[in-house]
């Protein structure tokens, strides 16, 4: 079983940056391909970025591309989302997810075994 804390949300004006941090417990993090999804009210969970357990395959939504990088530290058993140049519509509750079996990152929530309980993010205009 793995758990997952996000932290790191907040309140920002758009155009400024936010770094969000999932921690996991457990001793086979370093194995597993990390996600962060999104949700915004009335709206479905989306994919926003991936990484695997290398680093070497990283996947990013269009909407995050340019903008957003995903990185992890398997030593610290932490995976990180820098937010730049945040917009309005970047406004949600984010989520941590790990999948066990991927070595590749995947897009689809369902793909994923366990998730963090989310951390809001409000970037006001």
């Known amino acids: 079983q793995v758990q997952l804390v996000e932290s790191g949300g907040g309140l920002v004006q758009a155009g400024g940056s936010l770094r969000l941090s999932c921690a996991a417990s457990?001793?086979?993090?370093?194995?597993?391909?990390m996600g962060w999804f999104r949700q915004a009210p009335g709206k479905e969970r989306e994919f926003v970025a991936g990484i695997n357990w290398s680093g070497g395959n990283r996947r990013y939504a269009d909407s995050a591309k340019g903008r957003f990088t995903i990185s992890r530290d398997n030593a610290k058993n932490t995976v990180y989302l820098q937010m730049n140049s945040l917009k309005p519509e970047d406004t949600a509750v984010y989520y941590c997810a790990a999948d066990r079996r991927s070595t590749v990152v995947v897009f689809e929530s369902g793909e994923y075994d366990y998730w963090g309980q989310g951390t809001q993010v409000t970037v006001s205009s």
């Open positions: 457990g001793r086979t993090f370093s194995f597993y391909t």
